[in-house]
């Protein structure tokens, strides 16, 4: 069967559509953009967290050393100490992880459980222990 135009095939969708009396994104919230996202939550808690170098099982080629570290903190703020530097090769093997590491997950999580991270470098190896701080609240307004 050949496909429709598109003209043709838009026709058809709001046609079917016309009954529909509210919009829903897949994810089944309403499509209301004028509230936060997260309606009615006014503040949201989430961790600061340390991620350091705990151990290096090859050759450091980046420079990172053993106590090397980086600060996410406020949610969405990355800190490296000053004159210190974090191979960006190690910082996007363990970037995924941070924003679960932020929040309160259950008990039976592995990621509540497991906090080291490997560098993909196999030459390195150099090993990552992500650690909470402090748990602070933020308004979710100031969320991104």
């Known amino acids: 069967m050949p496909a429709q135009p598109l ?3 838009l026709r058809r969708e709001r046609e079917w559509a016309g009954g529909i009396r509210e919009v829903r994104h897949f994810d089944r919230h309403p499509t209301d953009t004028s ?35 980086f600060e996410l903190t406020e949610s969405s703020r990355v800190r490296i100490p000053e004159g210190k530097h974090f191979c960006l090769y190690a910082l996007s ?3 995924p992880l941070l924003p679960a590491k932020q929040r309160k997950l259950p008990d039976g999580d592995w990621l509540e459980q497991d906090n080291l991270v490997a560098c993909p470098d196999p ?6 222990r992500i650690e909470r701080l402090a748990q602070r609240s933020i308004p979710t307004d100031e969320l991104t």
Not at 123 to 128: L, Q, S, T
């Open 93 to 95: 093997a363990v970037l």
């Open 7 to 9: 003209a043709h095939r």
């Open 35 to 69: 509230r936060p996202y997260a309606r009615g939550v006014a503040e949201t808690e989430v961790y600061d967290l340390r991620v350091t170098v705990e151990r290096i099982e090859g050759r450091s080629v980046c420079g990172l050393a053993v106590g090397d570290y």
């Open 123 to 128: 030459d390195e190896r150099v090993i990552m």
